[in-house]
């Protein structure tokens, strides 16, 4: 039964199609775009899945599909119309034209096979866009860009003070490893907004720090590490430089680390002190990735 089930299911013709332009098309990027946007392991998704399954808005192809998250699709295309009504001169085929040359990149920062027609794929990616955009916009504002509001229909979900339960629970959702579109998405849509990439970027700066400072519980911090979006390859991606340090800066902490053991015999309370601090703050690493992998949002009373 399940062969036949196979067999009905399976579309041949279309399985033949992808394969030869897969094949077509990859042979001058193999080894170009790694995977990105990695699936769950099956063990953690089915030890807690409220961690790691969006509840509210599926971004990006992983969920696309559940129907209790189809709900949210009226309020994507609405801010998709948004868009292309307040800029005018930034048609969103243009935006689905220069994906649609760059498909194959966009399946490659997936660690699934995405089972979806070019054309499908793409158009997912510049509704989606336009929605995150929209909501991570209240952030900007936080940050003192000047920004359109929020419309209307929107204002349910978003909230400037973080206190209405729909805005927590998409604040949850997009911080999840599963809900994640490539990031040069978002540049391209807003490139096409301010005509300059670089502008693009200094938007989406502003927009994931507003989000860091709403989510992060590290208060204290004044200063915040100077991140190239270019360099980043989705928004949990960015949110993971903000707090972990790049690898090639690490073999300074190593030296320095070295420098210390051999000190070691004549600075013992020194470096039990400096011990103790660096285990205090790698716990606090620890508890901040794991609310992170929990999506923290602020409570609702």
């Known amino acids: 039964m399940s062969n036949d089930h196979s067999k009905l299911t399976f579309d041949e013709l279309r399985w033949v199609i992808n394969i030869r332009k897969t094949l077509e098309e990859e042979v001058e990027e193999d080894g170009e775009f790694a995977v990105s946007i990695f699936s769950v392991p099956k063990l953690l998704m089915a030890s807690d899945p409220d961690s790691y399954v969006p509840q509210q808005v599926a971004i990006g192809p992983y969920h696309y599909w ?85 419309s209307s229909s929107m204002s349910h979900l978003v909230d400037y003070a973080g206190k209405k339960s729909a805005h927590n629970a998409i604040l949850r959702d997009i911080v999840m490893l599963e809900n994640q579109i490539p990031l040069f998405v978002l540049r391209k849509m807003l490139d096409l907004k301010f ?73 013992d309370e020194e470096a039990t002190s400096d011990s103790s601090h660096v285990k205090q703050f790698l716990c606090e690493v620890w508890k901040l990735l794991s609310k992170l992998n929990k999506g923290p949002v602020k409570m609702v009373k």
């Open 66 to 150: 559940r129907p209790e998250l189809y709900e949210m699709q009226r309020y994507k295309i609405a801010a998709a119309k948004r868009f292309q009504k307040h800029h005018q001169s930034c048609k969103l085929e243009n935006l689905v034209d220069q994906l649609n040359k760059l498909e194959q990149r966009v399946r490659a920062c997936y660690h699934k096979f995405l089972d979806f027609n070019g054309e499908t794929l793409v158009w997912m990616m510049t509704v989606d866009a336009a929605f995150l955009l929209e909501f991570l916009q209240v952030f900007a504002m936080q940050e003192g860009a000047k920004v359109q509001r929020v």
């Open 195 to 267: 005509s300059s990439l670089e502008a693009a970027d200094d938007m989406l700066s502003l927009m994931f720090i507003g989000l860091f400072k709403e989510i992060s519980p590290f208060k204290m911090m004044e200063e915040y590490p100077n991140i190239d979006v270019s360099e980043s390859v989705h928004l949990l991606d960015f949110l993971y430089d903000l707090i972990v340090p790049k690898l090639e800066q690490q073999p300074d902490t190593i030296e320095v680390e070295l420098q210390q053991e051999e000190q070691k015999e004549g600075n």
